[in-house]
């Protein structure tokens, strides 16, 4: 009786616990989408900012926000991939590996704000790229990259040795056997990372801060050099600065709003491709 | 023993680190026919059908002393290509480990990596190699799905076949029923005695009735060494060493 008692104390507070952390989430996405949807039209996903930013839309910061993730995902994951693949397949095991693996992780621990610096440092001033989308997403990049690289380390050593052995039996070589049976192996398993990078990336404000970001700009950005504007800056300015405090506030809920959907929705994307490729690996 | 020999391993030593897992070995492999290696867990036997093939080079801190000879070369001269030895010693592992593919794809996959492009010389070897392996009538309606959805039985006969499509000389068996029940233990030990009319089979068993009915040669290790090698009909019923007999009669292991 005792132990029944204590199993069913046990349960409530686990699922207490469970319970908590569905309200936050819960109340985070009602709270943004209450008051973000009432500002949020069609008029506001396509224009450009008015009027000191009171009126119009916030077409140029969607837009230079996905111009950024996507440029930081182009630099991440083939570096971080190929990273991933030396450490686990290649590198010999040993106190030299173990280092760069905590290495990576303690980047992963590294304040954001710390990369902004480094990107202002090394790729605005140094290689002269400028306040510019090549800079933002350099410096995302480097913040998207221990996260890349420990997912797809997991998927890869997720890979079972048996098959890795299979391929190399029929006389395939090492990189055939990487290429040809384990990359597509542990696809699933990196493009999670990647999902969870896409949806850090588009959310960070501090890497962009000085590297990319304006707070208003007339039209899109032309090239890869360009200033730009980004959804996670323009609410961090719409909240600090100008002098419609009501008007702003509600812009930046409505933009909140659309962070939220555009991480929701890459997350989606990337979920369904994962799925496809887990049938079709599981039969 | 008037049979032509296949492969022949003389004075093969082996560490894993510091344990010694193989102390001098010498013994003979008989072209198309079938050798058995028995012997309690952990005798060297795995170790040693590894070997064959250059599979336990793959293992860190592992020491290799000795020749291995397929058709008079030493497969382990540092001229040799272990990826060209593999593919022409081909191996069948203890657990079914079908690629995460379609069966065509899992039998095709070999070929394609040993250069060969042409579409319709690939379809033609997996129909090829799924017919030698026994299993086209199971699967011939559906060689695009997942070669996961099979029964263990159907993949590891499925592992055979793509173990044969790239044409080996040489094909070593681990253990290959070790996880499969009665019936497909039996089609797998019927295939192998189809099979060693075409290759030379070598075979790791932990079963010694498994031994007996598909083996023709059997080879005993114990603690690494190799202390009888003979025909299977005298290692089962006259066998000369009393360790050998111990075992076959079940009084260790």
Known sequence: MRKEITQKIGFSLLFLCMAITIFFLAAIIYFVAARGIKIISWEFLLQAPRDGMTKGGVAPAIVGTFYLALGAIVFSLPL????????????????????????????????????????????????????????????????????????????????????????????????QTIKKVVLPTALPGILTGVILSIGRVAGE??????????????????????????????????????????EQTAIAYGCSLILLLLVLFVSFVAIVIRQKQRSLSHG | MDKQIRMKAENVDFYYGKTHALKKINMDIYANQVTAIIGPSGCGKSTFIRLLNRMNELIPHSIFSGR???????????????VEIRRRIGMVFQKPNPFPKSIFENIAYGLQVNGIKDKSF??????????????????????????????????????????????PEVILFDEPCASLDPISTAKIEELILELKKSYTIVIVTHNMQQAARVSDYTAFFLLGELIEFDKTQNIFTAPKDKRTEAYITGRFG
């Open chain 1, 80 to 175: 971080g991939l190929a990273c991933a693949i030396y450490l686990c397949e290649y590198s010999p095991k040993g106190f030299i590996v173990n280092i760069i693996r905590i290495s990576i992780n303690n980047l992963a621990g590294v304040p954001s704000v710390v990369f902004g610096l480094f990107g202002l440092a090394i790729f605005v001033k140094f290689f002269g790229f400028g306040i510019s989308i090549l800079s933002g997403s350099l410096s995302l990049a480097i913040l998207a990259l221990p996260i890349i690289i420990s997912a797809a380390q997991e998927a890869l050593l997720a890979v079972p040795q048996s098959i890795r052995e299979a391929s190399l039996a029929l006389g395939a070589t090492k990189w």
């Open chain 1, 205 to 246: 404000t501090a890497p962009i801060l000085f590297t990319a970001a304006a707070f208003y700009l007339k039209g899109y950005p032309r090239s890869i050099f360009s200033e730009v504007m980004a959804l996670p800056y323009h609410i961090y300015a719409l909240m600090t600065e100008g002098a419609h405090p009501n």
């Open chain 2, 68 to 82: 291995v000879f397929l058709d008079c070369n030493n497969i382990f001269s540092p001229v040799v290509d272990p």
């Open chain 2, 122 to 167: 690939i379809e033609h070897k997996v129909v090829e190699s799924l017919k030698k392996a026994a299993l086209w009538a199971e699967v011939e309606k559906r060689l695009h799905a997942s070669a996961l959805a099979l029964s263990g039985g159907q993949q590891q006969r499925l592992c055979i076949a793509r173990a044969l499509a790239v044409e």
